[in-house]
């Protein structure tokens, strides 16, 4: 289960994911697992208690994750945030967009699309309304 | 063959031309629906089925089409849409297989890449 | 019309490789035919019964005549001769194959086209009226906007990845001419207090298996607030529309289930929030960018002309034929002696839409010779000239009877709107062409369809409704029943401002049945009307359904 940064892949380092419901009582530098249908705005207060946020990705269709993820970002959360699950390489500049930091995907897929392809994926062309505003792909 | 089975060929479109293939005995594809290799029963089905699957780099959505068996044993479409399948649009008869383009009847192996 | 910066020009030739290096991955086995399909589907490529299909933008539906000869060009090296004009002022070529997109897409970059999300589930290409800039009710040209929005929505990473696909129009005349109660968001240009122009917000509206007519979200919305109001209703749908079922991802299965005035509350707060942000929202359009954008917009430059053409008037009363289709085919223009002219590119027994090789470049012609080299796509499948001089008319006309798409009969009821139906699309149950081409000759005789006046007839092969059947006068929808293709007949639709869902007639009746029960209908229709200035529409909503029903079944 590789991490895809910036760089390329890493090692996945994942602690244990607390659940919404036992964040109150999880610990400073807990990892929450983030349910796609909760309110972020339900997460905020605990914002400065978490180290990680893992987003799921059941299927690289399903695109609520990106909104989810700008919604955490506009809200004031500043750790680290990570897509997990089926994404695809094209996804990945838009992820950073939306304010992921980095994607956890299976060895299945890492296979199939290898480093190199998510590397490159960072390259390609932002959008011309992005770029008037000076604007990258990393938020 | 069982009673209640309708006879069936596994269709599917080019990758590289987007025009309407049919699996041959030999795995491999025509163009030609009476070359197309047929299934008497669901498990010949799964056996075509199962050899199309890995032949994402040749075709797109492979799947099992209902055909009928003249008296010579060879299928033809039953659903209208298959029959159009076969043929091309019923407004323009100049277009499609039916216009029997020689272009269009290239092998599929004469496909080239991008 | 808009011209593309540096960062157009860029963009829009990155995605061309771009997408050969995403068939490249998908011919490698790097991605698999599932996530090949929505890449090339936001590159407006389809595969189709017997081919793939590319579906080309024609945003807001203008262009110019070096872009059409593009799309000629295009038609007669990678096609077969034709294109089809969409209702979503695309065109689309049914007979590419993959090998040649990269280089369909180089020659549409030249001239500053593309296919950029004409399919898949974002927000697809932007469409609005086609007299827009011309036409005499007009408020403000929409296009200034539509081209905003194109800009915000392309590879928006946010939006790519929707429920389901996102249709915007707008609209910049009281008179709607750009459907925008059918759409997930329409946009009606509205002045608020003190002559400030703004929107009114329509969400919701839409075709399909549940058509639904648009809800407005917001009276007035204040021009500079469009984005974050935009980005609010999308980040919403994006994260709460349904995905458990295709047939309810919509947004208007959404605001239908929500609620208007809670779906309302979550936008709202989204907008607020936004807002707030320090330094103001992210996509707080630009100054600069929405100032070079509408400089491009300026009108033409029309001469200073008396509002009566001797030169027509005298054309019209020596040539009948002239004269009737400048009756039907020629709208005001809000210039004094110029003229709005409706191109039919569907001709007596022809696919509507259909328009071959030569008759794109006759029709380039004539908008470089008299439409300042203007062209635009209606919903309704015609190619528009918005800038004609009334002089010119006779001789567009002569232009036009030459390419064969001289037929008077905008707006009458061999004016049809027709998908492609089972005749080229994978999704269709049943075929529309034909049934559009066998009601246009039986309607043919201009004097027939000009005694029965307004009249739209909409053909869908398939429950999507691509063709727009519900809100035709009469509407006809393409479905199988046991194994043949079987036809439901929809009465008293209303694509315009007085929006209206037709309701269904009855059982459906066979192909060969479609074309004897509709002139049962209109016979019907000429018997009842109270006189000839009671459009079809009028004396259905007078009358009812019930005599309309009892002609389509009466017994043949």
Redesign the interface.
């Known amino acids: 289960m590789p991490l895809v940064t910036d760089t390329g892949f890493a090692p996945d380092d994942t602690p244990a994911l607390v659940s919404l419901g036992t964040l109150p009582d999880a610990p400073e530098g807990a990892a929450l697992d983030m349910p796609l249908d909760a309110d972020p705005a339900a997460v905020a207060p605990h914002f400065d208690r978490l180290s990680l946020v893992v987003v799921p990705f059941p299927s690289f269709a399903d695109g609520r994750g990106f909104s989810l993820a700008r919604r955490l970002r506009a809200l004031g959360y500043r750790g680290r945030l990570r897509a997990a699950g089926h994404l695809i390489t094209d996804q990945f500049p838009f992820a950073r967009f939306c304010g992921f930091d980095e994607l956890s995907i299976s060895d299945a897929l890492a296979e199939r699309q290898p480093e190199a392809l998510w590397l490159a994926a960072l390259s390609r062309a932002v959008p011309p309304f992005l770029q008037r505003r000076g604007k990258g792909w990393a938020a | 063959m069982p009673r209640d089975f309708k006879p069936k060929i596994v269709s599917a ?1 080019d ?6 293939v049919y699996m041959n005995s030999g795995g491999g594809w025509t163009r030609r629906l009476a070359e197309a290799a047929i299934a008497h029963t669901a498990e010949e089905g799964e056996t075509l089925m199962a050899r199309a699957a890995p032949q ?2 040749r075709v ?2 492979p799947y099992l089409a209902d055909v009928a068996l003249d008296d010579d044993g060879r299928p033809f479409p ?4 298959e029959k ?2 076969t043929r ?5 008869p100049d ?3 039916q216009a029997a383009h020689p272009e269009r009847r290239e092998p599929l192996a004469a ?4 | 019309m808009y011209r593309y910066d540096e960062f157009d020009h860029d963009y829009v030739r990155a995605r061309v490789s771009e997408f050969r290096d995403q068939t490249q991955r998908r011919i490698d086995g790097a991605l698999t035919e599932d996530e090949y399909k929505p890449l090339r589907l936001m590159n407006g490529l389809y595969l189709q019964l017997h081919a793939y299909m590319l579906r080309v933008a024609i945003p807001y539906g203008t262009l110019s005549s070096r872009q059409m000869r593009t799309l000629a060009t295009i038609a007669e090296r990678w096609d077969e001769g034709y294109g089809h004009f969409t209702t979503r002022q695309n065109i689309q070529y049914n007979w590419t194959k993959l090998t040649d997109v990269g280089d369909i897409l180089d020659a549409l970059a030249d001239v500053e086209m593309h296919a950029i999300q004409t399919s898949g589930n974002c927000i697809r290409n932007v469409t609005a009226d086609h007299f827009a800039g011309a036409a005499a009710d007009e408020i403000e040209d929409p296009r200034p906007t539509a081209e905003l929005i194109r800009q915000w929505s392309t590879a928006h990473p946010e939006f790519a990845f929707l429920p389901r696909k996102f249709k915007v129009a707008v609209t910049g005349s009281p008179n709607d001419r750009a459907v925008t109660k059918a759409h997930d968001i329409g946009l009606r240009m509205v002045r608020g207090e003190g002559g400030a122009p703004g929107y009114e917000v329509i969400v919701g509206g839409g075709l399909g298996r549940t058509p639904m007519i648009g809800k407005v979200m917001r009276d007035f919305l204040p021009k500079d607030h469009l984005l974050p109001y935009l980005e609010a209703i999308l980040r919403v749908y994006n994260l709460h529309g349904r995905r458990d079922n295709k047939y309810k991802a919509r947004i208007k299965i959404l605001v239908h289930e929500t609620g208007i005035d809670d779906m309302r509350a979550q936008v709202e707060a989204e907008f607020e929030r936004q807002m707030r942000e320090e330094g103001g929202p992210v996509v707080a359009p630009d100054p600069e960018q929405v100032a070079r954008i509408e400089a491009y917009f300026a009108p033409p430059a029309l001469a200073d002309l008396p509002e009566r053409s001797e030169t027509l008037e005298t054309a019209m009363a020596e040539d009948a034929a002239l004269a009737r289709w400048v009756e039907t085919n020629v709208a005001a223009h809000r210039a004094p002696g110029h003229a709005i002219v409706t191109v039919a590119v569907k001709g007596t027994g022809e696919a509507p839409g259909d328009a071959t090789t030569a008759q794109m470049r006759a029709l380039a012609d004539l908008g470089e010779r008299y439409s300042h080299d203007e062209l635009r796509i209606s919903h309704e499948q015609n190619v528009i000239l918005p800038h004609v001089r009334k002089d010119d008319l006779p001789g567009v006309f002569a232009a036009l009877r030459k390419a064969g798409l001289a037929t008077a009969n905008a707006g009458l009821i061999t004016d049809i709107i027709a998908c492609p139906g089972l005749d080229y699309c994978a999704l269709a149950t049943a075929r529309s062409i034909p049934v559009a081409q066998d009601l246009s000759r039986r309607f043919a005789a201009p004097d027939r369809a000009k005694a029965i006046g307004e009249f739209t007839i909409k053909i869908s092969g398939c429950i999507n409704a691509c063709g727009h059947h519900h809100v035709g006068h009469v509407g006809i929808l393409g479905l199988e029943k046991s194994g043949i293709e079987n036809y439901q007949i929809t009465l008293g639709g209303d694509h315009t401002e007085t929006m209206a869902i037709g309701e269904r007639a009855g059982p459906g009746i066979s192909a060969e049945e479609v074309g004897p029960a509709i002139e049962r209908l209109v016979d019907a229709y000429l018997d009842v009307r109270e006189d000839e200035g009671e459009r079809f529409i009028d004396t259905y909503r007078r009358l009812g359904a019930e005599p309309f029903k009892a002609a389509l079944y009466a017994a043949a």
């Open positions: 479109n990758l590289f031309r987007g025009d309407v994402q780099d797109v959505g039953t659903h209208f849409r159009f399948r091309g649009p019923s407004t323009r277009l499609g297989k496909s080239g890449g991008i």
